[in-house]
C-alpha cells in the first residue's frame, strides 16, 4: 500500500505531535497500529471525525485515560458504535465499561458476552443485562438469541414459556448435554420442544436425552416411542419398572425385551 508519509512528516516519529498534526489520510493508515503517544496526539487533531475514531478504538494499545476521555465527550459518546467498542477495549476501566454496557442493545450485549476478548467481569454484566431484559424482548428477538447465547444466558432461556424458543436453544452450540436431558425431563417443557429434542441431529440420539423423553408425560407418544429405539435391554427394564413412565412406553419397552432387544450395548451419549 503506498505511504501518505510524504513532506516534512516523512521519517519522523509517531509521537503525540505528529498524531496532532496528521491529515485525514494519514490518521486513517495509522491509527489502527500506532502507538499510545500518536492516538493521544490524534485525539487533538481536527481531523479526528467518527470513521477515524472507529480505527482508534480498535488499536488495542489505546491508554485508559484516552478511552475514559473518548467516553466523556459529547460528540462521541451517544454513538452506539463508540459504546460497544469501549465495552469491547481491553483496556477501558471495567467500571466505565460496565456502566456502558448498560446502555447497549441486546444483540450487541449478546457480542460482548461472547467475545472472550472481554474481561470476565464485563461479560457476566452484559449476561446479566441479558437476562434482565428477556421478558422485554419479543418472540422472535428470544428466537434469535438461543441460537447464540453464551452460557450464561443459557440457563435462563430453557424456562421460556415459548416451546419455539426452546426449539432454537437446541441449535445453540453451547448448549450441553445435561441442560438439554434436563429440558427433556421438565414437565414444563411444551410438547413440540419435546418433540424437536427427540428428532434433533445432535440430541435425538443421546441415551440421557432418550431416556427422558421416555420418562416425560409431555413427550408425543410418537417421539416417546421412538426414544426407546436403541436403549440397552438393561434401560429398557429400567422403564419397565419405572412407574413414572407412561403406561404405553412401559407396555412397549416391555414387549421389545420379549421380543429380544439388542444386547447390554449402550448407545454413544
Partial sequence: MASHEEG????RPLDAERGRRASAAELRERL?????????GAWENPELGKEALALLLRNRAAPA?????????RRFA????VRLALVVHPRTPQPLAQSLASHLRWKELCEVADDVRVPPPVRRKAEDLL????????????IALARRASRGVIAALRQDPDGRVLEALLGNPKLLEAEAAALARSGSTPPA??????????????RAVRLA??????????SALRALEGLSRSDLLRLVRDDEAPRIVRVVAERTLGAGAPGDRTPEG
Avoid: F
Fill in 65 to 73: 485515560a484516552l478511552l475514559s476521555r473518548v467516553a466523556g465527550d
Fill in 8 to 11: 516534512p512528516a516523512a521519517g
Fill in 193 to 206: 420442544a419435546l418433540a424437536a429434542l427427540s428428532g434433533h441431529p445432535r440430541w435425538g440420539g443421546r
Fill in 78 to 81: 451517544m454513538l452506539q458504535e
Fill in 213 to 222: 423423553l421416555a420418562r416425560n408425560a409431555r413427550t408425543p407418544v410418537r
Fill in 131 to 142: 437476562r434482565v431484559r428477556l421478558e422485554e424482548l419479543a418472540v422472535g428477538e428470544r
Fill in 32 to 40: 489502527p497500529q500506532a502507538p499510545p503517544a500518536y492516538l493521544e
